[in-house]
């Protein structure tokens, strides 16, 4: 069966510091991958996805940025942390892009001060 | 622009049936879900609808009518555990989800 991981779980960081979240899927081969992060009350905001490795397209123009250095793994990464940047960033991955489910990790809750 | 209008909040009794409504203004149309998310936890995968209709999953039926941009779960015989936020989202024509803001549904005894 398929599994997704997302570490760590709890981060607090100070503006300015860099970041780097890490997710990594087992049982499957080649998913989509996809960041998320979610705003307290808020829906999900589509920040990058990758089809395949190498490959990372971007929705929303910010400070962070995502690789995909091996096929199941995904990461997330800032040189200087905003205070926006706070929030509950999560992982999922599909197979293919018709797929018609997302799969989520548990997700990482970032605060940053 | 692309929108998903869903209730911010909604309050219901155990063991009654209540209704989420979701209205989708987006660029295409390739399917919508309900996930179902608790406080501080990930979303999880409730339904999925592409044709017009209703989808039946034992307490949980969601309902689409593609014309009208609508959408609506329905939850019956609802249990203190119902009590979480229920995201709709809309697979638009490049295959992305559209989020709406989720609808918090509290559940009292």
């Known amino acids: 069966s398929q599994t997704i991981h997302q570490w760590p779980a709890t981060l607090v960081q100070p503006v300015g510091s860099p970041l780097s979240l890490e997710c990594t899927v087992e049982?499957?081969?080649?998913?989509?991958l996809y960041w998320y992060r979610q705003a307290a009350g808020r829906g999900l905001q589509l920040l990058f996805y990758?089809?395949?490795?190498?490959?990372i397209s971007s929705e929303v123009p910010q400070n962070l940025s995502a690789s995909r250095p091996q096929d199941r793994q995904f990461i997330l990464s800032s040189k200087k942390l905003l205070l926006s940047d706070s929030g509950f960033y999560l992982c999922?991955?599909?197979?293919?892009?018709?797929?018609?489910?997302?799969?989520f990790g548990p997700g990482t809750r970032l605060t940053v001060l | 622009g692309q929108n998903i209008d869903q209730p911010t909040e909604m309050t219901a009794t155990e063991g009654a049936i209540v209704q989420i409504n979701c209205t989708y203004q987006t660029s295409g149309f390739n399917g919508l879900f309900w996930y179902q998310q608790h406080a501080g936890e990930a979303p999880t995968f409730l339904s999925y609808n592409v044709l017009d209709g209703l989808e039946e999953k034992g307490r949980f039926s969601s309902f689409l009518s593609r014309s009208k941009g609508y959408s609506y779960l329905l939850l019956k015989e609802l249990q203190m555990k119902d009590s979480a936020s229920y995201l709709c989202a809309v697979k638009d024509s490049n295959y992305q989800l559209i989020w709406g803001a989720g609808t918090k549904l509290i559940i009292k005894p």
């Open positions: 049982g499957t081969s080649n998913p989509n």
């Open positions: 990758s089809v395949g490795i190498g490959q």
């Open positions: 999922a991955w599909t197979l293919g892009l018709e797929a018609d489910e997302q799969f």
